[in-house]
Nanobody, 132 residues
Framework: RAQVAESGGGSVQAGGSLRLSCTAS??????????MAWFRQIPGKAREGISC????????YYADPVKGRFTISRDNSDNTVYLQMSDLSVEDTAMYYC???????????????????????WGPGTQVTVSS
């Protein structure tokens, strides 16, 4: 069955950088047929979509809080999507998740909606903690 797994989280000081990775396996379709997105959740708050990349990587989108600081990319030969995070702040502390959009290979905008409809393959998450 399909599996998605994030890695690369950890503790970093404010202003620092981290690179998250997310690898998928056994998806029903080829990896390039899935838009991939990153999400994060702070305890007690709703999960929020922060970035999406189209199936072949030609289109990327970012939520306002991370725009200009985070970069999403993917390597379809490795079934992996990355999130390069720079200039981290305490407000970026959260559990970070990635997911595959079962609805198609383009970022339709659902990644930014509550519940991210269409995203059916989720990883267990990786914790990012930023200290001041």
């Amino acid at each position: 069955r399909a599996q998605v797994a994030e890695s690369g989280g950890g503790s970093v000081q404010a202003g620092g950088s981290l690179r998250l990775s997310c690898t998928a396996s056994d998806l029903p379709l080829s990896y390039a047929e899935y838009a991939m997105a990153w999400f994060r959740q702070i305890p007690g708050k709703a999960r929020e979509g922060i970035s999406c990349i189209s199936g072949r990587g030609g289109e990327t989108y970012y939520a306002d809080p991370v725009k200009g600081r985070f970069t999403i990319s993917r390597d379809n030969s490795d079934n992996t999507v990355y999130l390069q995070m720079s200039d981290l702040s305490v407000e970026d502390t959260a559990m970070y998740y990635c997911a595959a959009d079962g609805a198609g290979d383009y970022c339709s905008g659902s990644w930014s909606l509550p519940g991210a409809p269409g995203f059916g393959f989720w990883g267990p998450g990786t914790q990012v903690t930023v200290s001041s």
